[in-house]
């Protein structure tokens, strides 16, 4: 199927206006999916954590990610050390 | 929601922000070419979509977050065909497909501009939030 998601990049555009640098930065995405928007920062990350649910978007998000530390795993099961993260995105998971 | 949002902010450092992406209530809309052909049927998205917005209100309310940034952007997701894009919304989407009506006159409109991707228009809400006291 070819389906193109946001090829104008406002998606990608608001994402850095919000966080003009993810360099240094400790990152949870929570809703990741396929790993859609986790893919345009995380090469830049100092780590990220990515969560969702769905235990094939995860799978394919570690194919593609493996540095990525992809869990599928909602967020109320989720374990972590208190103020360990310095951005949290709810990537459409709200 | 609230909830999560509230964990999250136990993970969050002082200097640690929140980034929360999620569409709006305004309904979906399939468009081919610049002509928006209708709707996209969506179930309870639209209250599943307030319902974000009203979690983001509710921990500023409470004084958990305070609000640095937002703004709202066109998200927009492309078919070959309108049977492709109908095929992965019914996939994708909770509760989404395209109505007989909307299908009917995205056909009529490819029909008059043929090669023209369909898509499907969403407004998504960006916020940049900081936690409070942590």
Known sequence: MAIIEDPEQHEAAALARMVPSFAGRHVLEIGCGDGRLTRKYARDAARVIAIDTDVEDIAELRRELPFVDARSIGIHDLVLPPHSVDVAIFAWSL | ?134
């Open chain 2, 1 to 134: 929601m609230v909830d999560a949002l509230r964990r999250a902010r136990g993970w969050l450092r002082r200097t640690g922000f929140l980034v929360d992406l999620h569409p709006t209530s305004a309904v979906a809309v399939v468009i081919v070419g610049d002509t928006i052909a209708g709707p996209l049927e969506t179930g309870s998205a639209v209250s599943r979509h307030q319902a974000a917005t009203d979690a983001i209100t509710s921990v500023l309310r409470e004084r958990l977050y305070t609000k640095d940034d937002e703004m709202e952007f066109e998200h927009s997701t492309y078919a070959k065909t309108l049977e492709e894009l109908q095929e992965h919304i019914v996939e994708d989407w909770c509760e989404g497909r395209i109505g007989d009506d909307t299908m009917a006159r995205a056909r009529a409109l490819i029909g008059d501009a043929p090669g023209v991707r369909p898509r499907v228009r969403e407004r998504v809400s960006a916020s940049l939030l900081l936690p409070r006291g942590n």
